[in-house]
């Protein structure tokens, strides 16, 4: 025979004893003070979860562009020192979209490359952009339109493009 504790249901769930939960239909509210440091306001809630008063708080208190300082850069859990390399930096940056757009546009969505064995310069294909000059060794033309080309997907990734790059930094490097 299996005893229960007073706390105890049958299967030795426990339960809280004293004041027993809302009825049907009873609203339970939490009191809070507002996060936003202008306001700190106390409301009531029926979300644990909230921490502003109102939506004119949240957007007060985040109107950074939604950034929150103490938890960005250094101060984030996530941080690694700052090693976002410099080709990831430009990509995620509008601007980059932008020039991406102006260089297929000016090339008319199609492959720059002569009688390409891949796509055979027809549009509706995977299109790359290309930077002529690297911006690795040249950063000033990174948004310049001159100078972007169109390649296709194929061509880009099998052509060797980039191989000159790695070698030319690699001199670079070693004349330092």
């Not at 976002?84 to 969505?109: A, C, G, H, M």
């Amino acid at each position: 025979m299996m005893v229960f504790g007073k706390d105890q249901d049958i299967r030795g769930n426990k339960f809280r004893l004293g004041k027993p939960g809302p009825k049907k239909g009873e609203l339970i509210l939490y009191k809070f003070i507002c996060k936003n440091k202008n306001c700190l306001k106390e409301f009531e809630s029926r979300d644990q979860r909230r921490v502003y008063c109102s939506k004119s708080c949240w957007a007060e208190d985040t109107s950074t562009g939604r950034k929150r300082l103490d938890i960005t850069g250094e101060n984030n859990w996530n941080w690694n020192g700052g090693i976002t390399s410099l080709n990831d930096q430009l990509r995620k940056q509008s601007l980059y979209k932008i020039w991406r757009q102006l260089v297929f546009i000016r090339d008319k969505f199609i492959c720059q490359n002569t009688n390409c064995e891949f796509c055979h310069n027809l549009q509706g294909v995977y299109l790359h952009p290309h930077h002529k000059k690297p911006v690795a060794l040249f950063p000033e033309l990174a948004f310049k339109v001159e100078n972007g080309i169109t390649y296709c997907k194929g061509y880009h990734l099998s052509s060797g493009l980039h191989k000159g790059i790695i070698q030319e930094k690699r001199r670079c490097a070693d004349s330092i």
